[in-house]
T-cell receptor, first 113, second 108 residues
């Protein structure tokens, strides 16, 4: 049981490049979400999904796309990277949107130059 | 959005001293969760409080939910160096929104 996995661990992009951050969980969780963490800003919700085929926007969705074709996977796409997207990205999952415990992945540290 | 504010932003304590972080909301919360993030790590769930006035303890950690369900606190008794990290509260409705966090540093 691997829990929540994220790849890559580190990534450097040039402004304007696109990429996908991968997130997978093997706990059969319905709810998955993406956060970004910047110094002094805490964790801000980007997008979330309450089940396969259903996604919704969080606090800071601009510049990011998501899809949820399977229960296990919830990739985050940066369409045209900007320096403001330099951050640490965390994926999380739980049994449902009302479940008490969210399980977080180890994070992806992204730098956009 | 419905902000959840945390104070203080930073706290430095000597090992053995107590520590408290406070979480405040302008609106009534259905529940409040607390997470700990070690330096370089990811957030780890500590507890969820649901009832008005609820108090829960985990060893040296005491969690409280206010009577009006608009504030919460986490108190650590006799801090240890293993308590170092950032403590976040989070409100959970149909999505989990985090407070800004309190970073705790413990000096031996």
């Amino acid at each position: 049981n691997a829990g929540v996995t994220q790849t890559p661990k580190f990534q450097v992009l040039k402004t304007g490049q696109s990429m996908t951050l991968q997130c997978a969980q093997d706990m059969n969780h319905e709810y998955m979400s993406w956060y970004r963490q910047d110094p002094g800003m805490g964790l801000r919700l980007i997008h979330y999904s309450v089940g396969a085929g259903i996604t919704d926007q969080g606090e800071v969705p601009n510049g990011y796309n998501v899809s949820r074709s399977t229960t296990e996977d919830f990739p985050l796409r940066l369409l045209s990277a900007a320096p403001s997207q330099t951050s640490v990205y965390f994926c999380a999952s739980s049994y449902s949107e009302r479940a008490a415990e969210q399980y977080f992945g180890p994070g992806t540290r992204l730098t956009v130059t | 959005g419905q902000q959840v504010m945390q104070i203080p932003q930073y706290q430095h304590v000597q090992e053995g001293e107590d520590f408290t972080t406070y979480c405040n909301s302008s609106t009534t919360l259905s529940n409040i969760q607390w997470y700990k993030q070690r330096p370089g790590g990811h957030p780890v769930f500590l507890i969820q409080l649901v009832k008005s006035g609820e108090v829960k303890k985990q060893k040296r950690l005491t969690f409280q939910f206010g009577e009006a369900k608009k504030n919460s606190s986490l108190h650590i008794t006799a801090t240890q160096t293993t308590d170092v990290g950032t403590y976040f509260c989070a409100r959970n409705t149909d999505k989990l929104i985090f407070g800004t966090g309190t970073r705790l540093q413990v000096f031996p």
